[in-house]
């Protein structure tokens, strides 16, 4: 079975395209959830973090992701719930914390039905990376 992500790069003359371009069609083709979440995100409603939607970091794209937090919020469909999903996702995960960046994973279906469980869940963890920052501690602006 073909991710989404695999299907979507089928879908479009067999050809890889560049990362921004593939990050651009997935925001356009965004799903019930992704749509949710974003709606949840944007305009700085989360704790006043500016979250970007499919963000390119070589050679992934990331879901949600707040820079200043260095914070990547990432959605999972059944897909991920595979042997070969899981392994996929505990070698992306490496590698983005090799960059410097912590991952937060929720299911589609977990979001959906518990939405303001989910939102608390971030926002706790947007205010707790906040306070432990370096440049909370040093007394500048995050």
């Excluded at 019930?32 to 963000?55: G, I």
């Excluded at 200043?68 to 042997?83: F, W």
């Amino acid at each position: 079975m073909l991710t989404r992500l695999e299907e979507i790069r089928h879908e479009i003359t067999g050809e890889r395209l560049p990362l921004i371009e593939f990050a651009r069609k997935l925001r356009h083709d965004a799903t019930e959830p992704e749509a949710l979440l974003w709606a949840c995100l944007r305009n700085r409603r989360m704790n006043k973090r500016k979250f970007r939607r499919q963000h390119p970091v070589a050679p992934y794209g990331l879901d949600f992701y707040c820079a200043d937090l260095k914070l990547s919020i990432e959605l999972d469909g059944g897909q991920h719930n595979t042997a070969e999903g899981k392994q996929r996702d505990k070698a992306r995960d490496a590698f983005l914390r090799s960059q410097g960046i912590e991952t937060l994973r929720f299911a589609n279906d977990e979001l959906m039905r518990h939405t303001d469980g989910v939102m608390n869940m971030i926002w706790h963890r947007t205010t707790f990376i906040q306070q432990n920052s370096p440049s909370s501690k040093t007394g500048s602006p995050p």
